[in-house]
T-cell receptor
Framework: GEDVEQSLFLSVREGDSSVINCTYT??????LYWYKQEPGAGLQLLTY?????DMKQDQRLTVLLNKKDKHLSLRIADTQTGDSAIYFCAEREAGGYQKVTFGTGTKLQVIP | DTEVTQTPKHLVMGMTNKKSLKCEQHMGHRAMYWYKQKAKKPPELMFVYSYEKLSINESVPSRFSPECPNSSLLNLHLHALQPEDSALYLC?????????????FGSGTRLTVV
């Protein structure tokens, strides 16, 4: 099966930029996603990127995709305490199969 | 209405009980999903319904039985569960039936099997 790996933990100071990284193994992935999960809550879709794009920017969020290295990153500018959460990247398999595989999750801690 | 609503939020059940989890969305989304999430783990897909028909069953044990009575509702019927089935059960929906543009998740039902 597909593996989607993330580092477990990231700590940043309020106001700094955060960069959360993700590596995946399925070269045929069509869409890749970033979700945010706060304690005791469901997942919130932050953004997605189609596999033929290199970059997508949405307000404080910048997604970079390196298909050659199968590497996806999420940059959060001006990180706030409300950004503290677990961030999951996810990939969608090609071929019409409705399966999305989630990464292992990165816990972001923002220090005031 | 841009939400997926799950009830109940918490459920404690014995191994001989029968219970149901409910999920509702009124966004006109055509695909709905059940995910299971254990503590400190990513969500794992259980079932996918597309246009109210079961399209994916990820080899889930028969003690979990999904049902989609109409395009807005998704149920998960539980019977004879084991303690290892304790988890957060998440429902999601997607506007397009393939889920290309991402999912809207509910806040989940935290299930404890005793």
């Amino acid at each position: 099966g597909e593996d989607v790996e993330q580092s477990l933990f990231l700590s940043v100071r309020e106001g700094d930029s955060s960069v959360i990284n993700c590596t995946y193994t399925d070269s045929s992935s069509t869409y890749l996603y970033w979700y945010k999960q706060e304690p005791g809550a469901g997942l919130q879709l932050l953004t997605y990127i189609f596999s033929n794009m290199d970059m997508k920017q949405d307000q404080r969020l910048t997604v970079l995709l390196n298909k050659k290295d199968k590497h996806l990153s999420l940059r959060i500018a001006d990180t706030q305490t409300g950004d503290s959460a677990i961030y999951f990247c996810a990939e969608r398999e090609a071929g019409g199969y409705q399966k999305v595989t989630f990464g292992t999750g990165t816990k972001l801690q923002v220090i005031p | 209405d841009t939400e997926v609503t799950q009830t109940p939020k918490h459920l404690v059940m014995g191994m001989t009980n029968k219970k149901s989890l409910k999920c509702e969305q009124h966004m006109g989304h055509r695909a709905m999903y059940w995910y299971k999430q254990k503590a400190k783990k990513p969500p794992e897909l259980m079932f996918v319904y597309s246009y109210e028909k079961l399209s994916i069953n990820e080899s889930v044990p028969s003690r979990f039985s999904p049902e989609c009575p109409n395009s807005s509702l998704l149920n998960l019927h539980l019977h004879a569960l084991q303690p290892e089935d304790s988890a957060l059960y998440l429902c999601a929906s997607s506007q397009d039936p393939d889920g290309n543009y991402g999912y809207t998740f509910g806040s989940g039902t935290r299930l404890t099997v005793v």
